[in-house]
């Protein structure tokens, strides 16, 4: 019997194909990190794949810039570790620092939202390096191009994604007494101050760029250089409360060879929701699956301290360098 194969035309494409293809990217995008990604303890993924190893020649350039993130947002917890949404307000004071971040209806923004937020301040770290003078607050990024830098895939669904991280890092509200770049913002301000999208696709009106606004706040601190550099590995960092505790990892060990603190402040700091008994038991699975770039972590149970130890540096010698 012979068969008939025709293409669809555009209009037929447009009445459907487009979501049946981006549906089938959804499954394959699920398969792939199942059969690949390396697993801790209980089959829970820890570190994800790196999904993209070849990249066009556009990305690698985009690639090979170094990942900034403001020292603020990384020793203070802005965001949600849960990928539930969260409305509830949170109130912090340590240290003469005091934040209030109240989420919309939305629910606060997460750790995996602030990854726009490190592409962008990424982006204007390296204009401002390379001498750019038409460098300011407004940020214009190709949304693919996103998505690959921060390791996550293409498919549909995808974009939709960044949408909704959009809204929620401006639908939070910040108010706090940190300075950046001396200024202190006594008003509310958003994480964003606003965003579009500036283009679509024209066969499946799918985003392709979008405009950031940063708050003021933000870009001072990107001013002042009031910025650290992170592993490329974190973005593979699956788990909300392992990104939290390598950002605090990464801002306060500095060029220590290693940084203790008390499970109670590391608690209080991470902005975990877990009760204290929970994020102990979290903290060991972390120390023991070891699936954080450049640190290690060991917990000391008669102390109810963590340790946080630069890689290749063992306790012993980080001891003699204090």
């Known amino acids: 019997m012979a068969t008939c194969v025709r293409m669809l035309s555009d209009e037929e494409w447009g009445r459907g194909g487009w979501g049946l293809m981006e549906k089938i990217d959804d499954l394959l995008d699920r398969l792939r990190d199942k059969a690949t990604a390396a697993r801790g303890q209980g089959g829970q993924t820890r570190i994800l ?12 350039d985009l690639v090979d810039w170094a990942l900034k993130d403001d020292w603020h947002s990384m020793e203070h917890p802005f965001f949600s570790l849960s990928k539930n949404p969260d409305r509830e307000i949170r109130r912090y004071d340590h240290n003469g620092i005091s ?32 001498g750019r003078r038409d460098v300011g607050p407004r940020v214009r ?7 690959v830098a921060t390791n996550r895939y293409s498919g549909g669904k995808n974009y939709e994604q960044l949408a909704e991280a959009c809204r929620r890092l401006a639908g939070t509200r910040i108010e706090t ?16 101050d606003g ?3 500036i283009e679509r696709h024209p066969n499946n009106g ?67 929701r877990a009760t204290i008994v929970k994020f102990r038991e979290m903290l060991k699975r972390t120390a023991m699956d070891d699936c954080l770039p450049d640190y290690r972590v060991t917990y000391d149970t008669e102390t109810d301290q963590a340790m946080f130890l630069i890689r290749g540096h063992n306790e012993a010698g980080a001891a003699l360098s204090i």
Not at 49 to 60: E, K, L, T
Request: net charge positive; proline share 2%; glycine share 6%.
């Open 49 to 60: 794949p790196d999904r993209h190893p070849v990249r066009d020649f556009f990305i690698a």
């Open 99 to 130: 934040i209030t971040v109240t989420p919309s209806v939305l629910g606060l923004a997460t750790i995996w939202d602030k990854d726009i937020l490190i592409y962008a301040v990424s982006q204007l770290v390296e204009a401002f390096n390379q």
């Open 141 to 147: 990024i190709t949304a693919y191009d996103l998505l």
């Open 177 to 192: 007494d940190i300075k950046t770049n001396g200024v202190r913002q006594r008003e509310g301000f958003g994480l964003l």
């Open 195 to 197: 965003w579009k999208i």
């Open 206 to 272: 799918r985003m392709v760029a979008i405009e950031l606004r940063l708050s003021d706040w933000l870009y001072n601190a990107v001013l002042a250089c009031e910025v650290l550099t992170l592993n490329r590995d974190y973005f593979r960092i699956s788990g909300g409360l392992d990104r939290r505790l390598y950002e605090l990892a990464r801002k306060h060990c500095g060029n220590q060879a290693k940084w203790t603190i008390s499970t109670k402040l590391l608690h209080k700091k991470s902005g975990s």
